[in-house]
């Protein structure tokens, strides 16, 4: 089945560093791709999407290109914050039957002063 | 419209009982999924909702568990016999499918179950 690979965190960094969180998914078909992210005691929230090859998602700083040849959707950020701590999610959506999400493992980010 | 909305936010509950979560979603949606998450983990799929109908079950949805939309509204998660494995957080997400196309899924806060 349809299926998403993350990079494990967790993920340290200092605050103005450039981030980089990797992802690739497995799919049978054409999917919408995602990044979600969940601050400490809240819930999940969008942050970018893509649909289709060679689109971008941005949002807040961060970017993400969805490369079909390479099955990639890798998150970047060119200067993060300490607020940008959090956990970040890779995940797919199908294009037919119940458009559910399948999510990856998630990868949590920690920016320090 | 807030967004989707989840009750209880927490819930502690003796192992053998049971338990009933309700999730509103966005007014206009007619999807609406139910994941679970366990610490360390993505959210996994448990199952979906179009209007009333549930289309599709996760082999992870034992016999104990139920899920019900009656009126295409609100819908409840029901856990019985509970047991230490099944605390985790549970959420619930709506999206809107109209003419062959989806939107993205909007979540809940969730409810945190923790069986004692």
């Known amino acids: 089945g349809d299926s998403v690979t993350q990079m494990e965190g967790p993920v340290t960094l200092s605050e103005e560093a450039f981030l980089t969180i990797n992802c690739t998914y497995t799919?049978?078909?054409?999917?919408?791709l995602f990044w979600y992210v969940q601050y400490p005691g809240e819930g999940l929230q969008l942050l970018l999407k893509?649909?289709?090859?060679?689109d971008k998602g941005s949002n807040k700083g961060f970017e993400a290109t969805y490369r079909k040849e390479t099955t990639s959707f890798h998150l970047e950020k060119g200067s993060v914050q300490v607020s940008d701590s959090a956990v970040y999610f890779c995940a797919l959506s199908e294009r037919t039957g119940g458009f559910k999400t399948i999510f990856g493992a998630g990868t949590r980010l920690f920016v320090k002063a | 419209d807030t967004g989707v909305s989840q009750d209880p936010r927490h819930k502690i509950t003796k192992r053998g009982q049971n338990v009933t979560f309700r999730c509103d979603p966005i007014s206009e949606h007619n999807r609406l999924y139910w994941y679970r998450q366990t610490l360390g983990q993505g959210p996994e799929f448990l199952t979906y909702f179009q209007n009333e109908a549930q289309l599709e079950k996760s082999r992870l949805l034992s016999d104990r568990f139920s899920a019900e939309r009656p009126k295409g509204s609100f819908s409840t998660l029901e856990i019985q016999r509970t047991e230490q494995g099944d605390s985790a957080m549970y959420l619930c997400?709506?999206?809107?499918?109209?003419?062959?196309?989806?939107?993205?899924?909007?979540f809940g806060q969730g409810t945190r179950l923790t069986v004692v």
């Open positions: 893509a649909t289709k090859a060679d």
């Open positions: 997400a709506s999206s809107h499918r109209t003419g062959g196309m989806n939107t993205e899924a909007f």
């Open positions: 799919a049978t078909g054409y999917p919408s």
